[in-house]
């Protein structure tokens, strides 16, 4: 092997998916996630169920990726893992793992964060995506996570907006819920969303000062409107279930945008990146090129398996503080509300 070659196992841990990735230089070689479908027939995650299936999946998991990118341990250069922000028993998890991991290899240990990662996955070697030039404007949105953020350079970055109360993700889960559909929601509504008018229901959008976001009061408008209507049609939901979702759907997807404006108009920055679960929509990914043609922006959405929880995101910012040489003391923690 060249001694050009960098090689860097990323482990993320974070919520309820085990994963692990290869990443040789820029270029992932391999990007495995195991799933905990365990959380399904709870209608969200359970932490301490999460931690379990951490400890049962990370040795087959890393083994996995390490097989995958056909790289031996002895190979490795350096481990990244997830240190923070998330669930704290799951993020054990993967930091224990990687510490031992390092410790045994004699190599360095370099620590992540979470935010940070789902940001900087954009700078993944990948055909056919181009990467973002600083300074961007990052939005994150998963059913964790509603942020914008200022990035300045790879590890220059300010949050001046995100999320006092639910994530969006959240707000789709739980408006699923409300509808009885299964969790998670957003995948479903979205497709009836496509299918629905988004004019047929009226919900009014939260009035939150600057970049900040608020998802719960729409979470209990959709809920007294359901009651409401369903008092005067037990089928309700069933026979308008499509013009719901496009309305749910609609009024999420104007609250981003609206924030998303004004972020632009404050910073004058006209390059938007995104990333998390929810960038996977079809209503945001559109309003996204409604701007390009309305407002000169250039937007960035990453391939899907880098948009979600996944370890190639862990790797290639393991990566890149490899190359500032920027390690991890050993006596470095988990950290549940680690900031950017
Ligand atoms: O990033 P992710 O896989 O996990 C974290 O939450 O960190 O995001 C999952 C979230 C869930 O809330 C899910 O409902 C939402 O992303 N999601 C969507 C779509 N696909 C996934 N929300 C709206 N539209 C979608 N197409
Ligand atoms: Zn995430």
Same mark, same amino acid.
């Given at each position: 092997m060249s001694s050009q070659n960098i090689y860097i196992l990323g482990i993320e841990s974070s919520c309820d998916d085990t994963a692990a990735s290869v990443i040789c230089n820029g270029k992932i070689l391999s990007n495995v996630i195991a799933s905990q479908k365990i959380h399904e027939e709870y209608g969200g995650v359970v932490p301490e169920l999460a931690s379990r299936a951490h400890q049962q999946n990370i040795v087959p998991v890393v083994h996995q990726a390490l097989e995958k990118a056909g790289v =031996? @341990? =002895? $190979?490795?250069n350096a481990i990244a893992f997830t240190r923070?922000?998330?669930?704290m028993g799951s993020l054990l998890v993967g930091t224990s793992f990687a510490k031992s991991l390092a410790y045994g290899l004699n190599i360095p240990l370099i620590d992540v964060n979470h935010m940070q990662a789902h940001i900087l996955a954009?700078?993944? $070697? %990948? %055909?056919?995506f181009d990467k973002p030039t600083f300074p961007f404007l990052a939005m994150t949105i998963s059913g964790g996570h509603t942020q914008i953020v200022k990035v300045n350079s790879y590890f220059n970055m300010e949050v001046i907006g995100e999320t006092i109360d639910d994530a969006v993700g959240e707000a789709y889960d739980k408006s699923g819920k409300i509808l009885g559909l299964?969790?998670? #929601?957003g995948p479903e509504i979205d497709k009836r969303a496509q299918q629905? !008018?988004? @004019?047929a229901f009226k919900f009014t959008k939260p009035r939150v000062e600057g970049l900040n976001f608020s998802f719960s009061g729409l979470k209990t408008a959709i809920l007294y409107f359901i009651q409401r209507e369903t008092k005067n049609n037990p089928n309700f939901v069933k026979e308008n279930l499509n013009d719901i979702c496009a309305s749910i759907q609609y009024t999420i997807i104007g609250i981003l945008m609206d924030k998303l404006k004004l972020a632009t108009k404050q910073t004058n920055i006209k390059q938007i990146a995104i990333g998390g679960?929810? =960038? #996977? !929509?079809s209503g945001i990914r559109k309003a996204l090129k409604d701007g390009e043609q309305k407002f000169g922006w250039k937007t960035y959405v990453p391939k899907f398996e880098f948009t979600t929880d996944n370890a190639a995101m862990i790797a290639i910012v393991g990566y890149l503080k490899y190359l500032e040489n920027d390690f991890a003391d050993t006596s470095v923690t988990a950290s549940a509300r680690l900031k950017i």
């Open positions: =031996s @341990k =002895s $190979d490795l923070g922000p998330g669930l954009h700078f993944i $070697d %990948e %055909e056919g299964g969790y998670p #929601a629905g !008018n988004p @004019k679960g929810v =960038s #996977a !929509n």
